[in-house]
T-cell receptor, first 113, second 114 residues
């Protein structure tokens, strides 16, 4: 059964810092990996989708990488801003899996002004 | 283009009652999935519908059910509510099942069971 782990569970940084969020998954047979952002009490906003054949995706200050063989993904946020404060979730769709997206528990990011 | 919409946004029910939640996917999207989010368990997959057929089902009791209509709108129903059913229920839509692609989520329905 696919399991997704995100480390750290919480992270607090000063504004302007570059940071990396980590995601690992146990079954490397995935279709894709998706990073989301969730603000308190709100739904999920899709940030980046990486297909299994891709190594990375970029959107503005965000860069996500995927190493499928080692079961790891990282989300890099450049020049962090207070507005980046949110919980970041990664999720995978596994080949042959009965579940759609399998989520990690998330990393709660606080960017201090 | 309108995003995924969910109604109602908030619900308060008592134990033993039943509840129906609604989800309208992004126009043109034919796959709708439902997830339950709780502080303890995180996000857990409930079920997925495509062309009015349930394609996948998570590990939830039979009290949780759903359906999809010909216009791709979906409803989920929870019968005989328990305190532990209190959660944020999220639905997500995507273009097509069988071709895993980007999932777009709605704002959720916050269900409180008293």
């Amino acid at each position: 059964k696919q399991e997704v782990t995100q480390i750290p569970a919480a992270l607090s940084v000063p504004e302007g810092e570059n940071l990396v969020l980590n995601c690992s998954f146990t079954d490397s047979a995935i279709y894709n990996l998706q990073w989301f952002r969730q603000d308190p009490g709100k739904g999920l906003t899709s940030l980046l989708l990486i297909q299994s054949s891709q190594r990375e995706q970029t959107s503005g200050r965000l860069n996500a990488s995927l190493d499928k063989s080692s079961g790891r993904s990282t989300l890099y946020i450049a020049a962090s801003q207070p507005g980046d404060s949110a919980t970041y979730l990664c999720a995978v769709i596994t080949q042959g899996g009965s579940e759609k997206l399998v989520f990690g528990k998330g990393t709660k990011l606080t960017v201090n002004p | 283009k309108a995003g995924v919409t969910q109604t109602p946004r908030y619900l308060i029910k008592t134990r033993g009652q039943q509840v129906t939640l609604s989800c309208s996917p992004i126009s043109g999207h034919r796959s709708v999935s439902w997830y339950q989010q709780t502080p303890g368990q995180g996000l857990q997959f409930l079920f997925e519908y495509f062309s009015e057929t349930q394609r996948n089902k998570g590990n939830f009791p039979g009290r949780f059910s759903g359906r999809q209509f010909s216009n791709s709108r979906s409803e989920m129903n929870v019968s005989t509510l328990e305190l532990g059913d209190s959660a944020l229920y999220l639905c997500a839509s995507s273009l097509a099942a069988g071709v895993p692609d980007e999932q777009f989520f709605g704002p959720g329905t916050r269900l409180t069971v008293l």
